[in-house]
T-cell receptor, first 114, second 115 residues
């Protein structure tokens, strides 16, 4: 069965520091991979997605992610974190045979200290 | 980008009553919409796939008679929580495929509190 693992439940970084959020997936075929961000009490906003092609994808708000097939990973990075980045981040894999049905990871809560 | 809207954003109801949540695709047609449920401090769990003009497909463990889904048009899917109980209190989020791009657009979510 498809699954997504985000090993870090909470991460705290200082404002201006770099960030990496980890994501590993289990899926038999070539995955569609996504990162979403959720602010408290709100819906999800897509940060970036990978379908094919260049394995380093750029997203909104200065985020990027790299797809590494050999490691089944799709880690999210940002070179310099801003206080407004504090939120919960979800990695997800799209199950192709069901169209865009997504399987989500458990999420990583990012705290930014000034 | 494509917009998905949910209504109401918050609803409080008494135990035993039914609550309807609407999910609309505002600027595109969606033959398929997805309903997710999010428990506090947890991830999103897919409840069901809503198909326009046909029956919804429910995930294992989701009660079909408790969570009624209707997808009567290409821009509207509704989730009705019937005979709601406090354990149904949750954050419900819908999503729709924005024009076959493989990208899902999410609604703002609806927070249900059952007293």
């Amino acid at each position: 069965a498809q699954s997504v693992t985000q090993p870090d439940i909470h991460i705290t970084v200082s404002e201006g520091a770099s960030l990496e959020l980890r994501c590993n997936y289990s899926y038999g075929a070539t995955p569609y991979l996504f990162w979403y961000v959720q602010s408290p009490g709100q819906g999800l906003q897509l940060l970036l997605k990978y379908f094919s092609g260049d394995t380093l994808v750029q997203g909104i708000k200065g985020f990027e992610a790299e797809f590494k097939r050999s490691q089944s990973s799709f880690n999210l990075r940002k070179p310099s974190v801003h206080w407004s980045d504090a939120a919960e981040y979800f990695c997800a894999v799209g199950v192709q045979e069901y169209g865009n049905k997504l399987v989500f990871g458990a999420g990583t809560i990012l705290r930014v200290k000034s | 980008g494509a917009v998905v809207s949910q209504h109401p954003s918050r609803v409080i109801c008494k135990s035993g009553t039914s609550v309807k949540i609407e999910c609309r695709s505002l600027d595109f047609q969606a033959t398929t919409m997805f309903w997710y449920r999010q428990f506090p401090k947890q991830s999103l769990m897919l409840m069901a796939t809503s198909n326009e003009g046909s029956k919804a497909t429910y995930e294992q463990g989701v009660e079909k008679d408790k969570f009624l889904i209707n997808h009567a048009s290409l821009t509207l899917s509704t989730l009705t929580v019937t005979s709601a109980h406090p354990e149904d209190s949750s954050f419900y989020i819908c999503s729709a495929n924005g024009g076959g791009t493989g990208e899902l657009f999410f609604g703002e979510g609806s927070r249900l509190t059952v007293l």
